[in-house]
Each structure stands twice: as C-alpha cells, then as structure tokens.
C-alpha cells in the first residue's frame, strides 16, 4: 500500500483497477528512406483527420456540458491542425528533410515555440500550451492503434481509476463517467480547466499526485480520495471497506437529508451550529439547499472568470450571477468573496502550472502565497475591483449578500478595500439605484489578521477563517511542495491557539465567526473546533450531511472539555490520540481515517 | 492592395479564440490577407494562419496593421478591423 499526496480538485471516493495513461513520452525519431516518404505522409494525414474528428466531437460535447465559451477553445484548436506552420509544415518536412512524421511534427512544433519564445509577452506566451494540446493529440493519433493511449480509454473492457502524467482538458472532456471512476494526475490545480471538468462530470480526482504513475503497474487497484486529496496504491481491504462505507453514507446522506435537515442542526446539549455551503458555480446552489445549507459561507467569485482576463468580465454577467445566488438561496445569506486569484489567473492562466513550477524551482518573483495575490491584488486592479463590487451592491437588493475579502493582513487593506466599496455603491446609486448596507467581512488567513482581529473588528462586520491558507501561512508549509507538504498539520497546536485567539477577540465584540476550510470535514477536527467556539461551519456540499450528523451525536461540553485539554497538548499525535479516546465514535466514522484530517486545497 | 492600422482593444489581446475568430472572418474573403506589428514591421504574418496571428503576441494596447490584396480587399479591411475594434466579440 502506497499512498501518494496531492490536491483534492473534485469529491468523492472511488477505487478500481489502473488504467495508466502518459501523454509526456518522447517521440520515435528516424530517418527515412525516399520510398517511405508517401507513407509517413499519409500517416500525418490520418491523424490530422482522426485529430480533427475528435476535436469537433469534443467541441460539440463540451458545448452541451460545459458551455460556447470552453467550446470554442476547441473550435481554435482545429484551425490549429490546418495551420501552415503546423501539419502542412510537417509534410514539408518530411519530404525534405526525410525523417518520419513523428519527428517532423515534433520539428515543426519546436519551430513555433523557439518564435513564441522570443514573444516578450508573458501571457501570450503563457498560451503556447493550446498548441501544444493539439500537438499532443496529433501524436497520439500517430501512433499504431493498440499502443494510442487515448484511443485505448474508449478499449477499456471494465471501469477503471485513470492515472495519467498530465491531463489535457481535451482528453479530459472526451472522458466517460461511466468508465472512468475517478482520476489521479501528476500536474494541475483546483482551477485547472481538467478539474473543472472532472467536477462538472463528477469523477472524483486528485491533481497534483507527484510521481503516482511512477507506482502503477498493469491492474493494480488504486483508491482515489478526491476530498482528501490522496491517491492510495495497492490499498488495504479495510481501506476499501472505509472508502465504501463513507461512498455509502453520502448517498445514503444526500438521499435523507432532505428529511433530517428541517430544523436547524444542533448539538445533543442544544446548543445551534450553523451549516453553510462553499460553492464555485451558480448550479451547486441547488445541491447545498439539498444538503441543508443554511445559506452560502463561501462563493469563490474567480470560478467566474473560467481562465479570462480579470477585465474580461463584466458587471452585468457578474451581477446576474450574484443576484440569482441571493435569489435562490434566499433567505438565507450568501458570502461572495471578491476574487482570489494570483497574477496568472488576473491575466487569464487557469493557474498554471508552469507557475508552480517554477516557484518550486524560486524563479522570479514571487507568484506563490507571499506574492501578489487576492485582496493585494484586487486593490492593484482598482477597476476591475470597483467593477465586481458594483456587481456586488447591485445583487445586495436581491438578497441578504456578503462580501468576503480574501488575504487581508492589515487594518490599511480592510479600510482602502472598504472605499473601494463605497466609491462602487455611489456610483450605483447616482445611477438610480437605493441600495441597502451590505456586511462586509474578511478571511483570517493571514496571522496578523488573525492577531489583530480586536482592531480589525471595528471595521469587520463578520471573519471568516480560511484554515487552508492560516495553516499554510502560520506553519510556514508550502503544500504544493512535496518534500514539506507533511509538515502541514491541521492540528498542529498552534491552529488550535490561533483559532481560540480569534474568537476570543471577536466574541465580546459582537463579530460572528464562521471558519470555512475543509478542515471541518474531518470529524475530529470538527469536533475540536466546536470545543474551541467555532459554530458556523462552511464546507462542501457533499460534506454537510456527515457533519450535521456528527453535530447531532455530542455534546458542546465533552467538545469543549477536549478543546480545552488539547490546547495543552504538546503535539498533533497526543491531540489526536485524545479525541479518539473521548469520542470512540470516530473510530468508526466513515470520514476520519487515521485520525488524520481531510482537507480540500484551496479554500 | 489597401492596408489599414487598429489597434487591439479587448484585455485578452489576440489570444486563441480571438485569433481563431479573426481566421474565419478572412477565410471569407478572396483577397490575401497580411497582418503585422506596427512596432515590428519585420513580422509579417498570415491573416488566415492561427498561430501566425498568435506569434505576432498582439497583447492589448498593440497597433497592428492588416493589409489586404484581391478584388474584395476593400470588404476584407473594413470586415477585419471592425472585428478588432468590437474586441474580437469577447465574451464578458
């Protein structure tokens, strides 16, 4: 049993035999003789048409699924094929060069990337990967058709886990739910166009699962956690057991929840907690309400960009999103938080992963967490900033809606975001529009926010705790880097310290709490933070039903006599060893395995 | 042969899609179609070619210059160069 970390991109378990696809092999390169010329000619030929095939069957199933705008990527890509620098300049070079139609289309392709290389700029250049999309299924469809590695998904005799070096968006377009049970790969993020995909076709899936194909012989049984973000290899029966047990529950839980989610969830003691929802996308609001959300706690805005520029998006379109939500959510409230995204994604890179790359390898600036990036950069960005929340003020009539503000670190930012604010409300309202006050609330994810929640609260209306980010950021762990991503460590002392610290500030000053991390989907944590005074929880969906389950079962006294014993304790094991001590419960409970906590990658 | 400046205006400059619209809008036409840089008029690129307009890297805020040469040239600029000027009819 090896088990292989990487990030949570879309939910659910699933475990099944290996199916191991490698789209980053080398060509074969040879020289030919002038009477196979003909031959490879009509082999580039075949996979011009076969490529071309496939990209208009994908463009017209992704139209249906996903939308005209993501469609037309594809519609790109089959001009690309007939492009004269492409196909026709790999003829060309086979017939001159005389070198098989692998090599010359390789040869052609590294012709277009030394030009773009020399293109100064960065978001363009960025853009090189669309041709290489198409690069790659031209390959693909050169070589014979029992060694096509796409070709061999639709050969598939049973249902299998896909485990691939990376997967392309028009690979993972053309994949089967019913084939495909859930998907490992070794590259990507939450909003690579792949994980969205995945999510849109509910496959569970773990992006970034460094090295995993490496571990996949032929039919090996692989698990595939996409809420825990983990990829289990060979894995023990009882793993299987937990992993069929927690996929039965949340069935089981979506079915009935409707039933047992009438009245608001509560402790055995009575004491209330709050259930609320983190969504990307307007058509998960239905799947919350059905979960028993009580209102959004997190609505992550940038999804609205899908891989556009941050001017590329519109008041108009951002304001029907916005006023819909509050409209179907209603009455409960609903919490945007204004974009979070990082320069790549500002200029519309679907947070590339050239970027993680290469802050791996601390090249540039810095592009990761201490860079430039959510309320920094939404402050930098003042009109598109000042768009979205007019966006946002124009919604607030429709319902009870929130702003969020992501990574806020100082009292300075909070305030300039705030005029931000005002200056966007008062142009709304010279337009003719009354406006209602909207409560503006921000993110703890940054510890000087999370020290100074006393002085923030003044002009705060409500905190949110982000435990990804805090976690990250207190614990000084970059998850994306595998050599320390064990280090972070949700119960790690000081989260618990830091988390009391904040409610402990903002409690006697009338500032609510909600904390919406992932970090409350695993039921010992949840527990623990409950003890600690944390009740509104904002989570997945899919996660509430488990969790206002849980709730249910245990009193506010034992969770907050543990909490109390736990800040005391000197490590992560010691805490874990006691919760599992005092609710023998979790033992059993279908999410905690190890005791070790399930965390989704970005929150 | 008629030849006529824009300038790039949406925020996405002439990335794929754009591009690919603007291949279609010149397969219309009968006449040649050439588009380059202002500031780099050493590049000279196919108007019906993707990735040629894609390496002429025409960002926003970039000046370009189409120029056309057949019998419906005349068609072809002002087709092309309202094209750039509505931003390539990006989406929001």
């Known amino acids: 049993m090896i088990r292989v970390c990487g990030l949570p991109v879309s939910p659910g378990v699933a475990w099944g035999p290996a199916a191991l696809m490698l789209q980053r092999h080398p060509a074969m390169r040879y020289g030919i003789g002038a009477a196979l010329v003909g031959r490879e000619i009509g082999r580039l030929d075949q996979a011009r048409e076969a490529s071309a095939a496939q990209l208009r069957a994908i463009r017209a199933r992704v139209s249906q699924r996903a939308g005209a705008d993501l469609a037309s990527l594809f519609e790109a890509q089959v001009l690309m094929l007939d492009d004269e620098l492409l196909v026709p300049r790999a003829r060309h070079i086979v017939e001159t060069d005389r070198v098989n139609a692998d090599w010359a289309l390789d040869r052609a392709f590294d012709e277009f990337c030394a030009v773009f290389a020399e293109v100064g700029d960065e978001y363009l250049r960025e853009r090189r990967g669309d041709v290489a999309d198409v690069v790659g299924r031209l390959r693909r469809n050169l070589l014979p058709a029992t060694a096509g590695a796409v070709r061999g998904l639709a050969d598939l005799a049973a249902p299998a886990v896909l485990v691939a070096d990376e997967l392309s968006p028009s690979v993972a377009a053309q994949l089967d739910p019913a084939m495909i049970l859930g998907l490992a790969f070794e590259t990507g993020s939450r909003t690579h166009h792949s994980a969205i995909l995945a999510r849109s076709l509910g496959i569970p899936a773990v992006a970034g699962a460094s090295a995993v194909t490496r571990h996949i012989s032929p039919g090996i049984l692989v698990l595939v956690d996409g809420d825990a973000g983990e990829v289990v290899i060979d894995p023990a029966p009882e793993a299987i057991d937990q992993a069929r047990a927690r996929r039965a529950r949340r069935a089981a839980g979506a079915g009935a929840a409707a039933a047992r989610v009438a009245g608001p969830a509560a402790t055995a003691d009575g004491v209330a907690v709050r259930f609320l929802a983190n969504i990307e996308r307007l058509e998960e609001v239905d799947g919350a309400r059905a979960a028993g959300a009580e209102g959004i706690g997190l609505f992550r805005s940038e999804f609205l960009l899908g891989g556009r520029a941050l001017e590329a998006l519109d008041e108009e379109a951002q304001y029907r999103t916005y006023r819909d939500l509050a409209e179907r959510m209603a009455p409960h409230p609903v919490t945007i938080r204004t974009f979070d995204i990082d320069e790549s994604q500002a200029s519309g890179g679907a947070a590339g992963d050239q970027d993680e790359a290469g802050r791996a390898r601390g090249e540039g600036p810095s592009r990761g967490p201490l860079g430039l990036r959510a309320i920094r950069l939404s402050l930098r960005h003042r009109a598109a900033f000042e768009t979205q929340l007019r966006a946002l003020a124009r919604a607030g009539r429709h319902g009870a809606v929130r702003v969020l503000l992501p990574l806020v670190s100082s009292v300075d930012e909070l305030r300039e975001a705030k005029d931000a604010l005002r200056s966007a409300a008062g142009e709304v309202e010279a337009a003719g529009w009354k406006l209602a006050p909207m409560p503006v609330g921000i993110m703890i994810e940054v510890p000087s926010a999370a020290l100074t929640v006393d002085l923030l609260a003044a002009d705060a209306d409500f905190f949110s705790i982000g435990t990804n980010d805090l976690i990250q950021y207190c614990l000084a762990v970059d998850r994306s880097d595998g050599r320390v991503a064990a280090l972070f460590d949700p119960l790690h002392p000081a989260i618990l310290r830091v988390v009391r610290h904040v409610i402990r500030l903002a409690r006697p000053r009338g500032r609510p709490v909600a904390l919406c991390g992932e970090m409350a989907a695993d039921p010992g944590a949840l527990l623990l933070l409950l003890g600690l005074g944390v009740t509104e929880f904002s989570m997945s969906p899919a996660a509430i039903p488990e969790a206002r389950e849980l709730v249910r079962q245990v009193s506010m006294g034992d969770a907050r006599r543990a909490a109390v014993r736990a800040l005391n304790m000197p490590t992560s094991r010691d805490i874990a060893a006691l919760l599992a001590a005092r609710f023998p419960a979790l033992a059993t409970w279908p999410a905690g395995r190890d005791g070790r906590p399930h965390m989704e990658g970005q929150s | ?92």
Do not use: W, Y
């Open chain 2, 1 to 92: 042969m008629l030849a006529r400046t824009v300038t790039i205006r949406n925020a996405l400059g002439m990335h794929a899609r754009a591009a690919a619209r603007f291949v279609h809008a010149a397969g219309a036409f009968q006449c040649r179609v050439t588009v380059t840089r202002e500031d780099r008029a050493d590049r000279i690129v196919d108007g019906k070619s993707i990735l040629g307009l894609l390496l002429l890297a025409a960002a926003r805020g970039v000046t370009i210059r189409i120029s056309a040469d057949g019998a419906d040239e005349e068609d072809a600029i002002g087709a092309l160069c309202r094209l750039v000027d509505a931003g390539f009819e990006d989406e929001p």
